[in-house]
């Protein structure tokens, strides 16, 4: 799988818009670039995911540079509850392993 | 449907006392895994099934062994615990995408 690298933090108004940046420049053709949160211990949790199209859920949207080396993953209106560690993973479709890197902490203010 | 669930909640061992955790799936998903969190840290890889049958190693596989018990059952055995093994433990299992379960918060003194 392709590593990636995210910023370690980032902090956010409440109510605005949060941009998070993942670089991924060995990223392959047959990769997808995931976004993960886990907030305060629970579970990871399913965000979105593209491969080279951008996307949009009820939660996020994932916009996919042009040569996929780099993705922005952005929370249009962040809440308090947003607070959480962020992870960009890059992975074969239907590959069992997912591999987290670090991730980005982000904090939203109010 | 419930999704990914775990058992027990938390732990407390003390080393060399065994334990299985156990993780089952409601999803009919083929693929399950087993991750590990140390704190502060990102999630390791200990052992994978991709099948109902067939267990691999990920990254961090020693001093654990697993059990595919059937299609919705995956489970990991600590033989003889040791205070490395501290960890919040993550059960997932993968359709189009993985879902973890809730975790175990394992500590062994």
């Known amino acids: 799988d392709a590593k990636t690298t995210q910023p370690p933090s980032m902090d956010c108004a409440e109510g605005r818009a949060a941009n998070l940046p993942c670089n991924h420049s060995?990223?392959?053709?047959?990769?997808?670039v995931y976004w993960y949160r886990q907030i305060h211990s629970q579970g990871p949790q399913y965000i979105i995911h593209g491969l080279k199209n951008n996307e949009t859920n009820e939660m996020a949207s994932l916009i996919i540079t042009e040569d996929r080396k780099s993705s922005t993953l952005i929370l249009p209106h962040a809440t308090l509850r947003d607070t959480a560690v962020y992870y960009c993973?890059?992975?074969?479709?239907?590959?069992?392993?997912?591999?987290f890197g670090a991730g980005t902490t982000v904090t939203v203010r109010a | 449907n419930a999704g990914v669930t775990q058992t027990p909640k938390f732990q407390v061992l003390k080393t060399g006392q065994s334990m299985t955790l156990q993780c089952a799936q409601d999803m009919n998903h083929n693929s399950m895994y087993w991750y590990r969190q140390d704190p502060g840290m990102g999630l390791r890889l200990i052992y994978y099934?991709?099948?109902?049958?067939?267990?691999d190693k990920g990254e961090v596989p020693n001093g654990y062994n697993v059990s595919r018990l059937n299609k919705r059952e995956f489970s990991l055995r600590l033989e003889s615990a040791a205070p490395s093994q501290t960890s919040v433990y993550f059960c997932?299992?993968?359709?189009?995408?993985?879902?973890f379960g809730p975790g175990t918060r394992l500590t062994v003194t």
């Open positions: 993973i890059v992975r074969v479709s239907n590959d069992y392993k997912l591999s």
């Open positions: 997932a299992s993968s359709g189009q995408w993985p879902y």
């Open positions: 099934s991709a099948s109902e049958g067939t267990t």
């Open positions: 060995t990223i392959s053709g047959n990769e997808y």
